[in-house]
């Protein structure tokens, strides 16, 4: 797609993010910060000029306002569950893996802007990112409508998935279902190193090793180092479930 104008003030821009918004019954006052959710700091670094702004200043708030809505409906829906079980459910709806799945459906990575290289590898089905710009359209919901609207969104497409989490016993995350069975089953804490870390900065990339003790068990690479120990857990869940680790 070749714009011509500044991201905020690009016509072509405009009519496909309102079309979007259309779609999901959102209106809007100030359509900058839809428009925003969807620039990958990757374009700022090839064309500072089309805009100085990516989408994570919109994401670093995000939770502020997911996390509350999230946490008063499950504290209104579950009055006899404990504090624990709770805080376990709200890390499901939340997870980034359940994000992305909702980002898919709202389609958002048709919307996304990348930079050229992006454009040509996997990064549209990256989860990571899938979620954070998730995150980042709820903000921008929240900066234009205030906590009613975003609530709104957030119960209708996120909060939603509650009953398939419950359902399919995901509340809890890989790297606490890993340190659960290694322990009870090795009385082992596992723990994770970087081994790299790839650069630059638009496109880093980090690669995580698992190891109970000092047996390297499972490794992942992912552009986030949180979400490399993710998946390094759960490729370590699956191996040792299946008895394919030999002690």
Do not use: G
Not at 9 to 28: K, Q, V
Not at 32 to 57: G, M, Q
Not at 110 to 132: G, H, I
Not at 209 to 238: M, V
């Amino acid at each position: 797609m070749i714009i011509r104008k500044k991201a905020i003030e690009s016509d072509e821009l405009i009519e496909r993010i309102w079309n979007f918004l259309m779609e999901l019954d959102l209106d809007y006052i100030n359509i900058s910060n839809y428009i925003l959710a969807f620039i990958h700091r990757s374009v700022v670094n090839e064309k500072p000029d089309f805009t100085p702004k990516h989408n994570e200043r919109l994401e670093f708030l995000w939770d502020a306002v997911l996390e509350l809505v999230i946490t008063d409906n499950l504290y209104r829906d579950f009055e006899k569950k404990t504090e624990w079980e709770l805080t376990d459910i709200r890390s499901a709806l939340v997870r980034w893996r359940n994000l992305a799945q909702v980002s898919r459906k709202l389609k958002l990575s048709d919307y996304l802007l990348l930079w050229k290289w992006e454009e040509l590898s996997w990064w549209r089905k990256n989860d990571y990112l899938l979620a954070n710009t998730l995150e980042a359209l709820i903000w921008a919901i929240f900066l234009d409508y205030w906590v009613l609207w975003a609530k709104n969104f957030i119960d209708k497409h996120i909060y939603s998935t509650l009953n398939d989490i419950l359902n399919n016993n995901l509340t809890k995350d890989f790297k606490t279902n890993i340190q659960e069975f290694a322990q009870a089953q090795f009385d082992i804490t596992p723990h994770y190193e970087v081994l790299d870390e790839n650069w630059p900065d638009h496109n880093k990339t980090f690669l995580v090793w698992i190891y109970l003790k000092e047996k390297e068990i499972a490794k992942a690479t992912w552009a986030s180092k949180k979400k490399a120990q993710e998946n390094a857990a759960k490729k370590a869940y699956i191996k040792l479930t299946n008895d394919l680790w030999v002690q």
